[in-house]
């Protein structure tokens, strides 16, 4: 597969946001605004390097012209590979080369961060300590003060409640098994922890899961679209983001 040449004034991107259940992607433009529907297809389970990046192709070809490529996934990336990928398969993913793989396939030049990271490049307002909380398949976190993204932490295998981490306590298989409404205490207990560690300015929660909040929350916690995890994808090019990638 090759990159389709632009047509626009700026560079476009075709972003990428890996979930533990979905594969999504669009096409921005240097504003940051899709220019094509966003596009879906279910994560392929068991997910290995090599089916996910075939996953990936099949997903974008119908998507239209891209540059560059920017990937958010749902583990700790370090200048473009692999570390964990908790959800998907850590063992078959360490080490892997995302960037490489996928810059190769797509024919553009790739970078990739965590997807929380990714979904908080969309959504910061560049004021403070602001803090980012995916909730989905399990639970990421972005962290940025004064707009600056910050080195990734997996906060998600810090330990929480009850011998379980926050991936275990807060991920989907944990909230079917209690129920939403349990579910829901356990993130506004969630929320107090993070605020007595981070001292966050302001919250964002996002992921998919981000629809099945009920609780009432405090007026520095938002709640993002889930399309923020796309929509990150141009400022993902931001050159003073490299120390942190």
């Known amino acids: 597969m090759a990159a389709k040449p632009s047509s626009t004034r700026g560079p476009t991107t075709l972003a990428i946001d890996v979930g533990g259940s979905g594969l999504k992607a669009s096409v921005l433009d240097e504003r940051g605004a899709m220019v094509a529907k966003r596009v879906r297809v279910d994560t392929p389970h068991p997910c290995t390097p090599k089916r996910l990046v075939d ?44 960037t490489g793989a996928l810059g190769k396939r797509l024919r ?51 330990p929480f409640a009850k011998g379980r981490t926050f991936d275990q306590a807060l991920g989907e298989k944990y909230r079917k098994k209690i129920g939403s409404k349990r579910w829901n205490r356990t993130v ?26 009920t609780l009432a929350l405090p ?3 938002v709640v993002v679209d889930n399309d923020a995890g796309i929509l990150g994808g141009v400022r993902l090019w931001d050159d003073r983001l490299a120390g942190a990638l």
């Not at 506004?188 to 909040?213: I, K, P, S």
């Open 55 to 98: 996953a990936i192709a099949h997903l974008v070809a119908p998507l239209p012209a891209w540059d560059r490529v920017s990937v958010g996934f749902p583990g700790l990336i370090r200048h473009g590979k692999v570390r964990t990928a908790p959800n998907l398969d850590s063992k078959a993913f360490a080490g892997f080369d995302l």
């Open 108 to 158: 553009a030049p790739c970078r990739a961060v965590n997807d929380a990271d990714m979904q908080g490049l969309a959504v910061v307002k560049g004021k403070g300590v602001e803090l980012v909380c995916t909730l989905g398949t399990g639970f990421g976190t972005a962290l940025f003060h004064d707009g600056v993204l910050q080195l990734h932490l997996d906060l998600g295998h810090f």
């Open 188 to 213: 506004d207990e969630a929320v107090a922890y993070l605020r007595t560690v981070a001292g966050f300015d302001r919250l964002y929660l996002g992921g998919g899961n981000a629809r099945r909040l």
């Open 219 to 221: 007026k520095d916690v």
